[in-house]
Each structure stands twice: as C-alpha cells, then as structure tokens.
C-alpha cells in the first residue's frame, strides 16, 4: 500500500487553510484523513474516523482543550474543517471514571461539550479517540487487517504479524465499554503504535499527522504482504468453483425478477449490479454458502447490507419461469431465517426492537454477479460497494485460513443499534424515490424538462436521446444516466433498455416522448416521407411500450407508461397530415395498453401538448408564424384561453401528474393553455 504523504501537499493545506483561518492542526488532521478516506482499500463510505487534540477559544476568549473528531454525515475522502466538530477534551476525559454509561447519557455529553451547537455529532468512537493520550489517532476498517482478524485464529495471526508493536482488543461494540477497554490494552504497553480491534479494524495514533499516518500505512502494507505469503502455503483451492448452466442469463435478464420478489408491499428497491472475475470467482464457489453467510467483515455494514446476503439460483439461459420460481422460494427462505434471527436475538436483547424490512440489500447469483439493493440509487450503490468489500475480505480470509467474525448476537446489537440506524438518516423518502424512470428524447425541450421533474420528485431517470452527448449533459446534471439511442432503430433500442435495467433493476415509468414534425398537404406528400413519421411518430413508441412492458410484467409491480401525443392527434392542423395521422394512431396505442396491460397494474396514459418552444418549433418558426398571423411572438404563444405561453416545464409536470394519479389510465391531460377547438371531448 503506497503512503500518500507529501511534504509539499501538507503544506499547502496549511498554507491555504490559514487563509480561512484554520490552525495547523486542523488543516493536518483534514490532509491525513482525505489521504485515507481516498484508498478504498482502508475506508469505504464512511467507515472510518479519526481525530486531533489541539485547542481552541471558547465565547469567552479563554483558550480550551478540545478533541475534534470526525462528525458523523461526513466521509473522510471529503472532509472539511466543519466535519470535525470541536468537543472539549476534559470532560470527555473525566468519563473514564465512570462504571457505566448508557449510549443516549454518552451522545448527550458529547453533544453537550461541543464548542458550536451547530456541530454535527461527534463520531461513536469519539470517547475511545479522547480516553487515548496521543495528539493524532487514526482508525481504519482496512481490508488487509479485517482479512487477518476475521479468521478462527485471527488473534494468533495478528501477534505473529505485529508482535509487540500493537495492542490487541478483543470484540466489543463501539461506545462507552470498548473505549475503556482499547485503554486498558493500551496502558498495557504504552510503547504501541496503534492497537487492533478485532473483528473491527486498526487505529494508529502518534503526536504528528504523518507519524499516524504512516503507521497506518505500514501496518497495512504488512498485513497485505504476509496475506500474500500465507495465500501461497495454504489453502489454494479455497474458492473452488461449482459447475454451472452451460448458457447463462445475463444481469439484464434476472434483474427485473429480482426487483419484484424483493419488494416491500409493493415498494420496490433500487439496484446495482456489478461482475468481475473476482466477484465471480466468489459467488461460483463451492463454499459460498458457508463463506457468505456468517456476518459482515467489519460490525457496521450491518445496517446497510443486512447480516448476510441472498444467494440466488444459477439462472439458464431462456429458463426465466425456472428462475422466478427458484429465487421466489430461495427468497421466502430468507425472510423465514431474518424473521428468526430477529425474533431469537430480540428476546435476549434488553431493549426490545421493531423488525425490520425483511429483504435482503445483496444478492449473489452464481455465474453472474451481485446486485446491491437500497431504498435509493446510492444506498444500493453503497450495498454494492460494501459487498465487493466483503468478498476481498473474505476471499483473502479463506486462502490464509477460516473465515469467521463476531456472533449474531453481536450483529444483531449493531443492526439495531439507534445510533447505526441514525446514520441512515430519518429524512422522509421524496414521492418518486423508489422509481426508474425512462425517458425518450430526453436531451431537449420537453423531454429535458420531464427528466427535470421527474428527478426532482426523487426518481432515478434514464435519459435517452439519440444526441448521446446531450442525454449525459441531462443525465450528469440530475444525477441519472444518459444513454444515446436511436428510438427507430430496434437493436439500438433493445440495447439501451438492456443497459438501463441493468444499471437500474428494472423500469417503473416510462415517457415515450422523442417525436419530430413533418409536413405536406396529405393529397401530395410522398409515401417516403409518410413513412417516415410514422416510423418515429408511431412505431417508436410501440417499440418502446412493447419493450417496456415486458420488463414491467416481469417485475410484476405494475407499471406507467406515458406518451406524447400533440394536438394534432385530437384537431388536425392544415398540412400538418404527415405529423397527426401517426400521432392520432399513438394516442390509440395508448389506449390499447390501457386496455390490454390495465389487469397488471400498468397503466398508460398520454399528455396532449400544444406550441411548446422546442426542436419542433424552433425561434424561425415562432417568428414565421406569428408574422403570418400578424401578432407579436408573445400574443401568438400566448394564443390560448389562458393568454399566456406554456412552457416545456408545464408539460413536464402534466406527465409527473400523471405517473402520480395511480387511478388513472387510458387518460389524455391536455397542456395547452386551453383550446376550446383542441379540447377532448
Ligand atoms: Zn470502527
């Protein structure tokens, strides 16, 4: 493991921490900690924490004391001063004397001794960062030294590794206890660089950021180099691999299926799946039931990845109905084992707990790869990120010996612990949080604008345009992601819906809106260009309705599909025959999904627009237009009952209405401004 330091680069932090009137020691503790909240290999998602001792001046201009620690809603790749909120050191220090302190009485005092009330609450392991002597202390979950720990003679293979030169702390959770006890061992042998909490992770501490620092880094590097040493006697064949399905689904196939058995009454989660040799050498082992479901590598994964993953059947090519059925009982399975995990650990627990949801937040598929699942993209982007983690950890834990970390009940104390589950956040869910959403000719005008909206209402939005460069510009900016597609072209079509489920899991709501006009008198224009519109006024969004509800059915959570239909489907303009007989024939189309897919829950509906600026009525031709009838541009885009112009966010919002009416199909909202000539009747 390479040690990041540079002299250069710590200076000028300081240098330009100053600026803002940060001390030293600040601006030292934020360098180290984005040094190792940057390597993957040492902290993931907030798994982390670490701390200074320095002082400060309180309100009343008297210098104190203070330990500024990691507050929590902070990672360290990203730390700022304002994550290391300021506690005054003494009183945490006093806490040493007490017997027994309660987590809520520990957070209380720590919150109370914060020199800004403002301040986020200090880390959980704050009291073990201020009962500890030294100036700089690091603490780390590092894959090398969970992969030493996590083993039946993790200790023993800790004091060969590290002899005298750290301190071993048995399992305890965070909090009150574990500080004391990490003192404890170290008063031992104050000659320590650090100590091992087993089954937990490494801290580091010395009176300089680059000393902490570089411990941190060389005992890992030890701990990597004697894994690779110990891989090399022992233990070869430890992921022996099973035989699998000569043919084998792809991600794209399975996810669907996988989205709708682990629904939450009818809440599905997101999903994120991820394949490499590594991960599949692991999920196609002989021994993954055993490896897999004993508990998470490091105590706080618990709360986002739950105890154990799923394991799924190995899916075969074109045997999808196989599949559905195998997953459905290997899912019921594990809702039965949490269930009583739950119910077992809970009656010895001394606070008694609310279950909760049931489903798994990984699923390891044989063959295939992982999906990690979470109630938005990044919580399962987090699971996926946790899970790969756990298969390093536990891949290197087997070559050397035998996996094995701390008891349900210890898991269990942590996946119900108030303080792991504060870190979730209790904000509440935004309406739309749950659902992917796809949408059409997403890179401009309307399309732009509904993604916008829809993204807003907290979906995770596939933007998909045939300018791949504008769907990213769109995508990137809303955090979703953009796919260039050419909605006429099948194959194009079919790959990007490929991706898009298996970037997302599945597809929920779909807003078929990419269209573009063409014009003539119908007695004269050519067959060719007829044709044309209808390949994408008509035929694209059968396409992509067909295509959709397939994944829909799959899922079986029902579904919305949307469809931009123009005025001209309901009032036909003069010459505009070429752009409203497809788009008349569109808003049949969606009255027929109405009709065909309303017993699955999946609903169409279709939102009826008029004289919207966009790629179809460019500026020429606002100019044009209004000219020809003699109004200024303003009258004629206002020409409408409302007298006023409407704008692609209106008709954006039309299409969240409707994916929100959950008792609305074969409808058609019409945005327009009022049309009395246009209106449905
Ligand atoms: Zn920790």
Redesign the pocket.
Known sequence: MKNAWSDEDAKMMINNYAKQGVSEDIALRVYTSRLLGNDHNLVLHG???TSVKTTMKDVMGDVVDVLCVKGSGWDLDTIEPAGLPAVRLEPLKQMVNLNKLSDEDMVNAQRGNLLDSQAPNPSV?TLLHAFLPHKFID?T?ANAILALTDQTMGDVLCSEVFGKKFGLVPYIM?GFDLAKKALEVYLENPEVQGLI?LK??IFTFSDTAKQAYSRMIRAVTKAEKFAKQQAKKINKNALAPIKLPKQLSSAANIAPIIRGLTSHHGQPLMMDFRSNGKILSYVNAKSLKRISQQGTV?P?HVIRTKPYPLIAPAPEHGKQELFQSALKKAIDQYHIKYHDYFKRCNKASKIKKTELDPNPRVVLVPGVGLFGLGNSKKAARIAADLAETNIDVISDAERMGTYQVISEAEIFELEYWSLEQAKLGKSAEKPLQRKVVLVTGGGSGIGAATAQAFAAEGAAVAVLDLNSEAAQTIAAAIGGQGYGCDVTDESSLSTVFNRVVTDFGGIDIVVSNAGAAWQGRIGDVDEATLRKSFELNFWAHQRVASMAVKIMEQQGLGGCLLFNTSKQAVNPGRDFGPYGLPKAATLFLMKQYALDYGHLGIRANAVNADRIRSGLLTPDMIKSRSKSRGLSITDYMGGNLLEREVSAEDVAQGFVTLAKSEATTAAVLTVDGGNIAASMR
């Open positions: 798994g982390g924490n392991e603490h979950h965070p909490l937990h992770g490091t706080d």
